[in-house]
């Protein structure tokens, strides 16, 4: 991943750099998730924030879905 601000890495366009580790070839992403955290090449929290929204999202549907089956 290449890491940097926006006006760097749109100012460098979509350059692929081509490193191989005992010949296997390493491919270039956007993002990375490493500890539960996305982090992304320009370093902000949108994919990450969208990811843990979306868990969010599905963790209240089952909640509501089994409500009616736990006392209150």
Known sequence: MI??????????GKETINIK???????Q????KSLGVTIDSQL???EHIQETSKKIASAIGVLKRVQHFISK
């Open 29 to 32: 992403v956007d993002s990375s």
């Open 44 to 46: 902000s929290w949108g």
């Open 21 to 27: 580790l005992n010949d296997v070839a390493i491919k």
């Open 3 to 12: 890491i940097g601000s926006r006006q760097r890495l749109t100012a460098h």
